[in-house]
């Protein structure tokens, strides 16, 4: 997305939020011109919210650092797939570095999605040894999942547990039929393209509800499609097909 299309996305969500979240299953801090996107959002008057793997925050520090984030959240669990382990010691030194310079202006939530995956032992055992390390806790007080924000860890930084999830898959068959979602009651999902759909696991546009960048959003929010999937969820009822793939749950 350019930055006169983010702009304009900008324009035509500011009626309605006060939030902008940038991620949707794609790497944010990647983006060429980040430090213009964040001008927009941040002239705009939104909170911004950014999920990262966190393998570029060092390189990107001094970018969010110039600008009034709101919130970092730093997906440590995706260190597992996608480092080599004889390089987690550096990536975990350089987020929990990041993190405590970043939390006097901002907050940090690290995350470990991982903790129903008995592959993930070896890999959760040395990360949360080093958390408990950094921050002066017993190891045995950060096992196990947590609610809401997590562990507070030190002032704005904060440690979140959960199991992993499915993301949807629209090639397989769901059996998550009865189930509240945050999807179209508290967020959608802008695609670069301007696709609208109802959250951010929907990076393929399976359930696709308009486009930004040619329709108005109100409009969009009005049409039987979404007013269907979000009456559907307030009644605990999966109306996609692709939801019930999903094993993202709200309880």
């Avoid at 949707?24 to 996107?37: C, N, W």
């Avoid at 998550?176 to 951010?200: E, F, N, S, W």
């Avoid at 039987?224 to 793939?245: H, M, N, S, Y």
Wanted: aromatic residues 8%.
């Amino acid at each position: 997305m350019s930055p006169d299309e983010f702009r304009l996305v900008v324009e035509k969500i500011r009626p309605f939020t006060n939030y902008i979240y940038l991620h949707v299953l794609g790497e944010p801090l990647l983006h060429p011109q980040l430090d213009e996107i964040l001008s927009i959002a941040e002239a705009a008057g939104l909170n911004i919210n950014i999920t990262t793997n966190g393998g570029l925050l060092e390189r990107k520090k001094e970018i969010l650092f110039r600008h009034s984030v709101r919130q970092v959240n730093i997906s440590l669990h995706d260190a597992e797939e996608n480092i080599a382990p004889e390089k987690w010691d550096d990536y975990l030194k350089s987020s929990l570095d990041f993190a405590q310079k970043a939390a006097p202006d901002m907050y940090i939530c690290l995350r470990l999605w991982n903790s129903t995956s008995e592959t993930s032992q070896v890999f959760n055992s040395l990360f949360l040894s080093r958390i408990a390390a950094k921050f002066n806790f017993a190891e045995e007080t950060l096992n196990g999942n947590t609610n809401g924000n997590g562990i507070k860890l030190a002032e704005h930084i904060f440690l979140q547990r959960a199991p992993r999830f499915e993301w949807p898959d629209e090639k397989q068959v769901g059996t998550q039929t009865l189930k509240h979602c945050y999807a179209l009651r508290d967020h959608i999902a802008i695609l670069a393209d301007g696709q609208v759909v109802p959250c951010c696991l929907d990076a393929d546009a399976s359930i696709l509800l308009g486009n930004i960048f040619t329709g108005d959003l109100l409009e969009i929010l009005k049409t039987q499609r979404t007013i269907d999937i979000k009456k559907g969820f307030e009644q605990r009822k999966v109306v996609e097909p692709l939801c019930a793939t999903c094993g993202f749950i709200v309880d």
